[in-house]
């Protein structure tokens, strides 16, 4: 059983700034790969960008620039700088991740979700 658990959101006026975090627990081995998504209302969910175990990461060209995706393996938990907000980032971000268990199993897991409403 894993679980993810995101915090960190809230209500921020445009041009502040908000970091993210979605912590991971439960029977992990290793999370090669974890991502932000994120969903606004009447839209559908998007992705915002994914980091690998390695460090390596992809954006979305809406928040390139102004949002940066960091991991710490050691505590299964990854971060989202959100810089520059903006009203059209608010939405429900969610972390989903793709965990192989201790028992070596691959399977795919969401969070429940945390509120950003950026203010104009």
């Known amino acids: 059983q894993v679980q993810l658990v995101e915090s960190g959101g809230g209500l921020v006026q445009a041009g502040e700034s908000l970091r993210l975090s979605c912590a991971a627990s439960?029977?992990?081995?290793?999370?090669?790969?974890m991502n932000w998504y994120r969903q606004a209302p009447g839209k559908q969910r998007e992705l915002v960008g994914t980091?690998?175990?390695?460090?390596?990461?992809t954006y979305a060209d809406s928040v390139k620039g102004r949002f940066t995706i960091s991991r710490d393996n050691a505590k299964n938990t990854m971060y989202l700088q959100m810089n520059s907000l903006e009203p059209k980032d608010t939405a429900v971000y969610y972390c989903?991740?793709?965990?192989?268990?201790?028992?070596?199993?691959?399977?795919?897991?969401w969070g429940q979700g945390t509120q950003v409403t950026v203010s104009s």
């Open positions: 980091i690998t175990s390695s460090g390596r990461t």
């Open positions: 989903h991740a793709g965990v192989l268990t201790t028992q070596r199993s691959l399977a795919l897991y």
């Open positions: 439960g029977t992990i081995f290793s999370i090669p790969t």
